[in-house]
């Protein structure tokens, strides 16, 4: 199976983390596409949802599902979103597709976070996928340098010759040269630099479950 068909396998599974009757929390990204495809098969069934990008909440939209402000939900019980790695206990890396802060926010909303990806996003441990991390723009250059002191090298990610400008109006910086053996510690440590809005390890606000979409089926991984 293509990797494309891996995503709309895994997208179409989640369908049954969907709780009918219920608001339910929307990722980003290509394989959020496929959920958001699959969903629009049961909008009948569910209020509508909490979207985490601009891009995300335009396809919603445009399959008729209603899309709700964060701030009108009190909470979601499930949360559907990729990942750009995920390891064995539910710790990811995101941010690839620039949308990790309202990710970040939208997971922290819900009681269940439900990862869906291919089996290439699963690792042992994270850091091979450049860290993405949300950062005001005045910042950027400093943080470079306290990545560095970690051996890490980051780069500010540019789109048409100039910065990248997430939703919320910020830039993203790209890390690599890390491998980032306690995640929790990490996000912990690295949210407390000035400057910085998010950064890309999802280890407070990890997966609950994972369905990995492998030549053979969805293979579910559960977290504790």
Same mark, same amino acid.
């Given at each position: 199976m293509t990797q494309d068909?891996? #995503?709309t396998l895994v997208g179409q599974a989640a369908l049954h =983390?969907?709780?009918p009757g219920e608001i339910v929390g929307v990722g980003t990204g290509s394989t959020v596409n496929k959920f958001i495809d &699959?969903? &629009?098969a049961m909008k009948d069934q569910i209020i509508g949802a909490v979207s985490s990008s601009e891009a995300s909440t335009v396809r919603l939209k445009a399959l008729g599902i209603p899309v709700f402000? %964060?701030?009108a939900v009190e909470d979601l019980s499930v949360y559907i979103d990729g990942a750009d790695e995920i390891d064995h206990h *539910? =710790?990811?890396i995101k941010g690839g597709g620039a949308a990790l802060t309202r990710e /970040?926010?939208?997971a922290a909303q819900s009681r269940r976070f439900v990862c869906i990806a291919d089996e %290439? /996003?699963?690792v042992t441990a994270l850091g091979a996928f450049p860290l993405p991390v949300e950062v005001i723009p005045m910042a950027a250059h400093r943080l470079m340098r306290q990545f560095a002191v970690l051996g890490g090298v980051a780069k500010l990610r540019m789109k048409d010759g100039l910065p990248l400008v997430t939703d919320n109006g910020q830039h993203i910086l790209d890390v690599t040269g890390l491998q980032i053996t306690d995640p929790l510690g990490f996000e912990s440590q690295v949210n407390q630099w000035p400057g910085v809005v998010t950064v890309g390890v999802f280890a407070h606000q990890k997966a609950h479950v994972c369905l990995l979409g492998t030549p053979d089926g969805v293979k579910t991984l #559960?977290? *504790?």
């Open positions: 068909e891996l #995503k =983390y969907v709780v &699959a969903l &629009a402000d %964060s701030n *539910g =710790y990811m /970040k926010i939208v %290439s /996003k699963l #559960k977290f *504790g």
